[in-house]
Nanobody, 122 residues
Framework: VQLQASGGGLVQAGGFLRLSCAASGGTFSSFVMGWFRQAPGKEREFVAEIVWSDGSTYYADSVKGRFTISRDNAKNTVHLQMNSLKPEDTAVYYC????????????????WGQGTQVTVSS
């Protein structure tokens, strides 16, 4: 399974960005896909996840109400719409996936994509 992330960039506080993660090389019916982020000098942290089969979602408290995760079944792609961005959202964002309906936020991650930089200026 390969995960290809895209969509990072530089934005002012209060702005928005949309990240995408294209998955290939497998069947995704039992996948849970989502995003983590890692700021300089900090540990990687969970951001959001979505169950591929039914669209159930879960968010970190720090992004709830501002970020929305969604999936495009036809394109095997997961999106992360990030609104009302804050400087503290600045990080490298990583796409991730687990098989077998295992949550990303509590289980070891099976697959990682490459990171994409998000920088929010104040």
């Amino acid at each position: 399974v390969q995960l290809q992330a895209s969509g990072g960039g530089l934005v002012q506080a209060g702005g928005f960005l949309r990240l995408s993660c294209a998955a290939s090389g497998g069947t995704f019916s039992s996948f849970v896909m989502g995003w983590f982020r890692q700021a300089p000098g900090k540990e990687r942290e969970f951001v959001a996840e979505i169950v591929w089969s039914d669209g159930s979602t879960y968010y970190a408290d720090s992004v709830k109400g501002r970020f929305t995760i969604s999936r495009d079944n036809a394109k095997n792609t997961v999106h992360l719409q990030m609104n009302s961005l804050k400087p503290e959202d600045t990080a490298v964002y990583y796409c991730a996936a687990n098989v077998g309906y295992r949550w990303l936020r509590t289980e070891v991650v099976d697959y990682w994509g490459q990171g994409t930089q998000v920088t929010v200026s104040s």
